[in-house]
């Protein structure tokens, strides 16, 4: 099967631009996670969606980011206005519904904020 | 709050040879599920193997196995006969295992570099 494709793979932008990363996850994947994961540190959940509803997005720096998943497939999460500290890997991850424990991972986008 | 603890940043071994990677958690939970993952260069996170927390027998998958040791809420990974492919980021990584709470939680990770 396909893996969880990501998009793109690196980005560069100055702070206070905007930025776009999109992820299409394994068919028929009911949840999809976005991580961020700055240097040096384990990733850590920014949102959790099922299907097209958001289920913990407690994370989520809600006043410059925002993500989407329309029609519970591709998913979108954007940065408005970049900060230099949103420098990170931002990794997609998806899983069937009733899987418990198997998360596949994209490869992530590596954004660097000058 | 769940959190997990990996204390060595680095760690190194010799081809061939046994290295364990070291791991504590902190949970309130009764059931749950533990993991470690490998992160290569290529920056994909990879399952190396997973462990139910009511599962008293330690999971193994080939060269690699763990010891879980619930009271001391304690998961170190043991790599066997350590291969240069072997060299990577590893991560262990908590879920809890409600449904509402679903998502993992990671340490700070384990350089592994393999020497040959």
């Known amino acids: 099967e396909a893996g969880v494709a990501q998009s793109p793979r690196y980005k560069i932008i100055e702070k206070r631009q905007s930025v776009a990363f999109w992820c299409n996850p394994i068919?028929?994947?009911?949840?999809l996670y976005w991580y961020q994961q700055i240097l040096g540190q384990g990733p850590k959940l920014l949102i959790q969606?099922?299907?097209?509803?958001?289920?913990?997005d407690s994370q989520l720096p809600k006043d410059r980011f925002s993500a989407e998943r329309l029609k519970g497939v591709d998913s979108t999460l954007k940065i408005q206005p970049a900060k230099l500290e949103d420098s990170a890997v931002y990794l997609c991850?998806?899983?069937?519904?009733?899987?418990?424990?198997?998360?596949?991972f994209g490869s992530g986008t590596r954004l660097t904020v000058v | 709050a769940q959190t997990v603890t990996q204390s060595q940043p680095e760690m190194s071994v010799q081809e061939a040879e046994t290295v364990t990677l070291s791991c504590t958690y902190d949970t309130s939970e009764s059931d749950y599920y533990l993991f470690w993952y490998k992160q290569p260069p290529s920056r994909q996170m990879i399952l190396v193997i997973r462990q139910e927390a009511y599962k008293q027998q330690n999971a193994t998958e080939n060269r690699f196995s763990v010891n879980f040791q619930k009271a001391a809420k304690s998961f170190s990974l043991k790599i066997s006969d350590s291969q240069l492919g072997d060299a990577a980021m590893y991560f262990c990584a908590y879920r809890n295992k409600r449904r509402s709470q679903g998502n993992l939680i990671f340490g700070k990770g384990t350089k592994l570099s393999v020497k040959p």
């Open positions: 969606f099922q299907n097209n509803g958001v289920v913990d």
């Open positions: 991850a998806s899983s069937l519904y009733r899987d418990v424990y198997g998360y596949t």
């Open positions: 068919s028929g994947h009911a949840t």
